[in-house]
């Protein structure tokens, strides 16, 4: 007879969160910030792109919010210039960072899209 392992709901999220892909994450933010109200970009091919560049730029005019992401995953590498980017926008007061699965997981994503719910 299988054992049955017993997790906890802050383990299964883990799991949860090092299993998903770049790009499954991508899909679920954008149909996210879409229903929050959101213009979303994201460059389709980067190969010709400036290196670095956040794979995100997020917009609501309603709410004035103006956020730029790179996505990640659980294990996933900040490459230099990508670090040079967030930081750069971060220096000219504006709203960069990086998400990864766990911050879409545990709500985070959803209260930067909403802060005042």
Known sequence: MPTIRTISTGQYQQEQAR??????LQTRILRLAKTCGYLTYHTHDSRRSQPGWPDLVLANKKTGILLFRELKTERGRVRPEQKEWIETLTALGQDAAIWRPSDLLSGAVFKQLQPDT
């Open 19 to 24: 299993a998903m892909t770049e790009a499954n």
